[in-house]
């Protein structure tokens, strides 16, 4: 039965160092929801725990290593033992992966590109962060030659290009649509929908989707200072002693942005963030093969506070898919991205009803 809140629900303490407590966690559960990052440092024996247990898991990590490594080791293993492990759950990457889901639903006809466009607006209290998604970024950046390694062992089958290129845009540029200065998007975004568009298109047989990540910054001030903190870290990021100054000093290298504090609560209240899509393809009856894309769309995704606000929604809403539309999940267990998890399922729905909105701004008629 459903336990009220303080009725049934006690406390487990587990221990990431200690694999014994974290297998009696796993027996007793269902879903486990892993929220103990950076997750190349603490994730794995939770995953391990969870498969070797038939228990389902659900991280929020932002780490392709990490998300990509875990498929690499335990899709099989969890595809036998038919669990789910889901990362990815959080802001990283459910607006981007379910905002591209969402963009195709609500096309006549076939998407074969989008590029997003994250907004993060922050009230007169500035924006904040907690220095672990800092330091998850540090190590990240530090050991990319790795994630190149990671994916010639996985060997990924090429997505093969359905319609027009997708222009790669340069690392900075100016949006006539925002008029502001735009980069492309560091984040997991564009890992996490290439994984699902490969495996919408390999499983499911439908026509993968091109995309691009970016994020607006502002005006020229704002990109300047941006440049200054950039040049610096990816300075330092690259030596031993510079990762260990980075994770020593965040707020001092991150302008006052990331604290070891986090956000104080009159920053979540004042902050909030959107998330444009762009999308262009082929009205039905048309041929992507060859002529230019004839259909276009806007979408958005819109939320609140990033990192503690819409991250628990995306995260709580994503376990009650999984457990709840069951029957929508893919046919057999394995280690997926959100968007190859929950394509079929109401996530978009639920997410609706708390506050991460879904809606189509704009479709140009053919």
Not at 115 to 140: I, M, N, Q, R
Not at 142 to 156: M, P, S
Not at 215 to 231: A, E, F, P, Q, Y
Not at 258 to 264: D, R
Request: proline share 5%.
């Amino acid at each position: 039965g459903k336990a009220a809140p303080g009725e049934e629900v006690g406390v487990l303490l587990c221990d990431v160092s200690d694999a014994g407590s974290l297998a009696t966690m796993a027996k007793q559960t269902r879903l486990v929801l892993n929220c103990v990052g950076p997750y190349r440092f603490f994730g794995e024996p939770v995953v391990e725990a969870c498969v070797e247990n038939g228990a389902s898991c659900i991280d929020i990590s932002g780490e392709p290593q990490f998300l990509e490594g875990m498929y690499l080791k335990y899709n099989e293993k969890a595809a036998e033992k038919g669990v789910y492990v889901v990362g990815s759950c959080g802001f990283d990457s459910i607006p981007a992966d379910m905002g591209v889901v969402f963009t195709r639903d609500k096309l006549k006809g076939t998407l074969t590109a989008v590029e997003s466009f994250l907004s993060v607006k922050s009230g007169p209290e500035g924006l904040g962060v907690h220095d672990g998604t800092w330091k998850s970024a540090v190590y990240g950046l530090a050991d990319e030659d790795n994630l190149k390694k990671l994916r010639r062992q996985i060997g990924y089958a090429p997505v093969p290009v359905v319609g027009a290129k997708l222009k790669k845009r340069g690392f900075l540029f100016y949006s006539p649509e925002f008029k502001e200065y735009c980069l492309t998007f560091m984040g997991s975004d564009g890992s996490v929908v290439k994984r699902t568009q490969r495996y919408l298109h390999t499983e499911l047989q439908q026509t993968p989707v091109q995309y691009g990540a970016y994020v607006t910054v502002g005006g020229l001030g704002s990109v300047i200072k941006l440049m200054l903190m950039g040049m610096l870290f990816f300075l330092l990021v690259k030596f031993n002693f510079g990762r260990k100054l980075l994770t020593k000093y965040p707020k001092f290298f991150s302008a006052g942005y990331f604290t070891k504090e986090g956000p104080t609560q009159k920053q979540m209240d004042g902050t909030s963030f959107t998330m444009t899509f762009f999308g262009e393809g082929y009205s039905e009856g048309q041929d992507s093969r060859n002529g230019k894309p004839n259909v276009k769309i806007c979408t958005e995704v819109k939320g609140p506070e990033p990192g503690y606000i819409a991250t628990p929604i995306a995260m709580v809403q994503a376990g009650l898919s999984l457990l709840e539309d069951a029957g929508s999940l893919p046919k057999r267990g394995g280690v997926y991205s959100p968007g190859a998890a929950f394509s079929k399922t109401k996530l978009i729905d639920r997410l609706n009803k708390r506050g991460v909105e879904f809606s189509v701004i704009s479709k140009p008629e053919v």
